[in-house]
C-alpha cells in the first residue's frame, strides 16, 4: 500500500508532463519550392486579403510560387511555441512538381542556417558551386 502512495503521484507527474508536452508541441515547417526555382525565398505575412498558412500532419505548410514567394494573411509568429520563441521544431524543404506534389527532398546542407553560413563564408550557395 504504501508502495501505491508513493507510485501514484509519480505516475500523475508523468502523464501531466507528458501531456503538457503534447498540447504545446510546435509545428514543424515544410518548404514547397518549384523544382525549377534557385535562389532565397520569401514569406510575407499579414497580407490582407491572401489565404492563411495551412496546417497538415503538425507542419506548416509553406508552398512558394514560381519566384519563390509566398504572401499569407498569418502573422510571423504563427504556430511558435511563444512569443519569443519558435520552439524546437522540424525544418524540411521539398522541390515540387506543377501539380504541387513532392518530387524530392532537398537536402539540410542546402537550406537554413547551415546554407546562410556557408554563403557567408564562401560566397557561394552550395559546397560545389
Known amino acids: 500500500m504504501k508502495k501505491m502512495l508513493i507510485s501514484f503521484p509519480i505516475f500523475l507527474t508523468l502523464l501531466g508532463g507528458w501531456y503538457w508536452l503534447e498540447k504545446n508541441e510546435p509545428y514543424d515547417e515544410v518548404f514547397m519550392i518549384p523544382r525549377d526555382y534557385k535562389g532565397c525565398v ?21 508552398k512558394m510560387d514560381h519566384d519563390g514567394i509566398l504572401l499569407t494573411s498569418s502573422p510571423p509568429d504563427f504556430g511558435w511555441e511563444g512569443k519569443e520563441s519558435s520552439g524546437l521544431h522540424d525544418i524540411d524543404s521539398f522541390y515540387i512538381d506543377e501539380e504541387g506534389m513532392k518530387i524530392n527532398e532537398i537536402p539540410k546542407t542546402r537550406s537554413g542556417p547551415s546554407s546562410w553560413e556557408n554563403i557567408v563564408k564562401t560566397g557561394k550557395s552550395f559546397p560545389n558551386d
Do not use: A, C
Open 42 to 62: 520569401n514569406v510575407v505575412y499579414e497580407i490582407h486579403g491572401v489565404p492563411p498558412l495551412e496546417v497538415k500532419d503538425h507542419s506548416i505548410q509553406y
